[in-house]
């Protein structure tokens, strides 16, 4: 049987479990014994131009540990926003790369990331099949936006709707504090879907009500439906705590923070967001002149691994052995997704997909999941969210701080191919 | 025997250990069968005045559990910004408080806060003395800033610490992730003192040598000092992490948001600030042009129990007991402190100080445990500060997410005393 040698990138921005994917192709790769080399890019498809890459199954068959690499956070191998041009723009660089990938013996290439890494899955396979590379191209999804179509969630959402429920439960403890009327507004990471800003509505239980108003990008937000709807929680609490997402829109489309300093963009164009708490705060403090404090979960929400869900680390390092035997089985051209084949008792199974329906699309949250007043979530979402961020994972603490995985060969411009 | 009824509440902002230390002075009060009641008042000595308390004891014998109220962050008992007028101000409120106090029998009054609370044990003390009043008053230190004085720690500060570590290196790693060079600013909580800030040092390991660079309010801030620090940084690594207090002030003592339109104040006329990341934001864009983000730790810092310290909640319900055991021995006018008789293996014994040299001041970071290049902490204040990180608590989950006591109690305006 002929030996074969495969890539692993990972790209886009950092979850709490696109390492558990990681670790679940590895883990699969050595198992099967089909690999002779298991090399992982460092800063995803950018590095692999640059012949930046280090030899994985090396790394973990010796003193570094799989189960260290799940439980870590952000990205092991580095990531990169680089947009793949087309062929027709940059055949240059289509030419390099597979030369790249056969000067290596590669047959296998996995590539684990969002919507913009399935382009580039998307691209890199169709390309393949017009030069008859037997190369086979797996997308592996990761996102904590929960945005990607074709799968019933993503990995690396479940931790971050798990952060930001338990942070939201604390913040409401917080906020209950002082006899006096005040508005808590959480604004929370989701730029035109709003699945990340709906699990705050995880925090509740019997024994905490918040939060009391949610607000999504798939609704259009109106001012005056805003301040009526506090004025009704005022009726009967003195504390009103606010989800909202940072990307929400006005009738015309229009962000709330559009024209604001904080407005950014990134690689791809697209606008990063920032400030719509601080609008909405001033918006509250002129109508009701109270108490008002707006809080922005940082980058904590994706990378928070000492409150990841163990379900979904589980199912994200599942995902990434059932990419390595998606290959295996001769798929090339997909990008692996959950079927939630169960939602009681809960059971998900992996299941290849054609990527160039999936790319640069969005999944946002059907309308029928909102309440009718467009403030908060219905009981179907709750129920689609609960079972993503069950479980608690088992970190290693030294003095007193989680123990994560070396990843000094980020820091540095060494690599194994110079 | 006579028997005797006793008081507690809380006051200031909240912790994810003030409530240990109620747990605490409930627990010994049963213990000790010294009091018939053990009230709560509800909004600290604001409740008291309007006569809101509750029963302790009796909800504590029944069903709640000490325990998760040991593990519920904020306050059980809500809080209030009051600052009690001086006799000769306000000689009514006086009568009014101490006539309720002896209308229930009250003779032990344990009041756990921060400098503003121990300001309120020190008045109300020496009241009680000038007109014979047997009532004896104890102080029980908390705040996440680690400045007050005569204690070797504040019960609060060690969880904020490990929260504000453990964040720390999560953002180390999450900055890790890009081949760019980029400046990533983490704005710490702390008015004067930099404790908490210096804390964001127990995030180095042998994985982790974030933060990079720290600046603390205790020594002045140098505009062209800090983009040097960040230039010589830059020679080595791509990735400069700073951890910086939201106090820092220049030479002439002016906070570096100062006439920010982020700029507030408290009740008790305290400059409230934040801002301080986005100022530093800019300065380093303006000189580097390259990536730069600024996180402002938000409440979490003060209520993120499910990362709390086991040491901190442990030692926190500790003093809480010996804050009974003080009065009981027949102490009035004094706060407990925590006393290090050794470092190594760590150990602390509580004794009771004279509280009206405690309340108003402010103990901040000795100079000499700030390094000479006054952008870092030294060994000495490493070392003091690791014990009261270690550990972990075992916090009970459901459906995913931390079970925190019941507090509806705050949410109305019942009260048993109506």
């Known amino acids: 049987m002929t030996k074969r040698n495969c890539f692993i990138g990972q790209s886009g921005g950092p979850t709490s479990a696109i390492n558990a994917s990681l670790a679940g192709v590895i883990s699969r790769c050595i198992e099967t014994n089909e690999f002779d080399h298991v090399y992982g890019m460092l800063n995803g498809i950018k590095g692999l131009l640059e012949h930046k890459y280090i030899d994985l ?79 086979r191209f797996i997308g592996i999804p990761k996102t904590i936006d929960n945005d990607l179509m074709g799968t019933d969630h993503t990995p690396g959402f479940g931790s971050a709707a798990k952060y930001v429920a338990a942070s939201m439960l604390e913040i409401a403890y917080d906020s209950s504090i002082y006899k006096l009327n005040a508005v808590t507004i959480i604004e929370i990471m989701g730029r035109n879907a709003g699945w990340l800003t709906a699990a705050s509505a995880l925090a509740r239980s019997a ?58 963009r990134d690689a791809f164009g697209h606008i990063l967001h920032s400030g719509t708490g601080k609008v909405l705060e001033s918006m509250v403090y002129q109508e009701f002149k109270c108490k ?65 329906y999936i790319a640069n699309l969005e999944q946002k949250i059907p309308v029928a999941w909102i309440n009718e007043k467009h403030n908060h979530i219905t009981k179907e979402l709750y129920d689609y969210l609960l079972p993503l961020i069950q479980g608690e994972v088992s970190i ?13 060969h980020l820091k540095t411009d060494e690599n194994t191919a110079d």
Request: a negative charge.
């Open 57 to 135: 199954k090396e790394k973990f068959n010796a003193k570094e540990s799989l189960e260290n690499l799940k439980n870590t956070p952000a990205m092991y191998l580095g990531s990169c926003r680089y947009k793949l041009p087309t062929f027709d723009e940059d055949p240059q660089t289509y030419n390099a790369l597979f030369k790249t990938l056969d000067d290596l013996h590669i047959t296998d290439f996995y590539y684990i990331g969002g919507n913009d890494s399935m382009d580039t899955v998307a691209k890199l396979s169709a390309y393949a099949k017009t030069i008859d590379s037997p190369i």
């Open 292 to 356: 008002v404090r707006s809080i922005e979960l940082n980058v904590l929400q994706r990378c928070a691994m000492h409150i990841a869900s163990k379900v979904d680390l589980d199912e994200s390092f599942m995902i990434g052995e059932s990419a390595v035997d998606a290959s295996i089985n001769g798929e090339t051209g997909v990008m692996m997704t959950f079927n939630r084949v169960s939602n009681d008792p809960y059971q998900v199974i992996c299941e290849p997909k054609d990527v160039s």
């Open 207 to 264: 024994n905490c009500d918040a939060p009391d108003l949610i607000y999504l990008p798939e609704v259009a937000f109106e001012k005056d439906k805003f301040l009526n709807d506090i004025r009704e929680v005022f009726k009967t609490k003195r504390s009103v705590i606010i989800a909202v997402s940072e990307g929400i829109k006005d009738k015309n489309g229009e962000f709330l923070d559009s024209d604001s300093k904080y407005a950014k």
């Open 396 to 408: 290693q603490y030294q003095n007193g701080i989680p123990q994560y995985i070396n990843i000094d």
